[in-house]
T-cell receptor
Framework: AQSVTQLDSHVSVSEGTPVLLRCNYS??????LFWYVQHPNKGLQLLLK??????LVKGINGFEAEFKKSETSFHLTKPSAHMSDAAEYFC????????????FGAGTRLFVKA | NAGVMQNPRHLVRRRGQEARLRCSPM?????VYWYRQLPEEGLKFMVY????????ESGMPKERFSAEFPKEGPSILRIQQVVRGDSAAYFC???????????FGDGTRLSIL
């Protein structure tokens, strides 16, 4: 069965400090994994994707994520938070099983304090 | 290059009316996906379409909901006889191929009075 768990519903950091948003997944196949960001009243914007190439994936706006198969994790990190990073972040797993399955995590809301 | 265009951005309907949500995918994208987002929740997959074909509608309610992606024109998500529980944000996404990342529109926020 396919599932995605974002371990924190809310994360609060100070500007300039590191960001860690955690995501665990389960998949019966070799999945593709994504992180998306959603700003208020907007659609989702792709931050980065993992598709079985390098396990450390670099994305836009200084974000990166590391795929750890042994831990079934795909945590999102950024060395230094910026005020503009405050948004909702979604971890997504996608499988092509002859049909199509994409599962979104419940989301993590990131707050950035000045 | 225009992104995924959804309209209207906001739609208000009374219970029992019909709601039609439109989505124009990015140029060159033949795969379209519809999602529903309830307040404080993630996106729930509804349906996946290619031109003129529904590929996977496993996330769509069996009654009152339908989707199409005609050869010409936008994809349409249609909700008949709307109820209060249909109030949500509906997002459309498109991709050039199934395995490629999806590009999202800004959504249609449906409110049922």
């Amino acid at each position: 069965a396919q599932s995605v768990t974002q371990l924190d519903s809310h994360v609060s950091v100070s500007e300039g400090t590191p960001v860690l948003l955690r995501c665990n997944y389960s998949s019966s196949y070799s999945p593709s994994l994504f992180w998306y960001v959603q700003h208020p009243n907007k659609g989702l914007q792709l931050l980065l994707k993992y598709t079985s190439a390098a396990t450390l994936v670099k994305g836009i706006n200084g974000f990166e994520a590391e795929f750890k198969k042994s831990e079934t994790s795909f945590h999102l990190t950024k060395p230094s938070a910026h005020m503009s990073d405050a948004a909702e972040y979604f971890c997504v797993v996608s499988e092509d099983t002859g049909g199509f399955k994409t599962i979104f995590g419940a989301g993590t809301r990131l707050f950035v304090k000045a | 290059n225009a992104g995924v265009m959804q309209n209207p951005r906001h739609l208000v309907r009374r219970r029992g009316q019909e709601a039609r949500l439109r989505c124009s995918p990015m140029k060159g994208h033949s795969h379209v996906y519809w999602y529903r987002q309830l307040p404080e929740e993630g996106l729930k997959f509804m349906v996946y379409l290619q031109k003129e074909n529904i590929i996977d509608e496993s996330g769509m309610p069996k009654e009152r909901f339908s989707a199409e992606f005609p050869k010409e024109g936008p994809s349409i998500l249609r909700i008949q006889q709307v109820v209060r529980g249909d109030s949500a944000a509906y997002f459309c996404a498109s991709s050039p191929e199934l395995s490629q990342p999806q590009h999202f529109g800004d959504g249609t926020r449906l409110s049922i009075l």
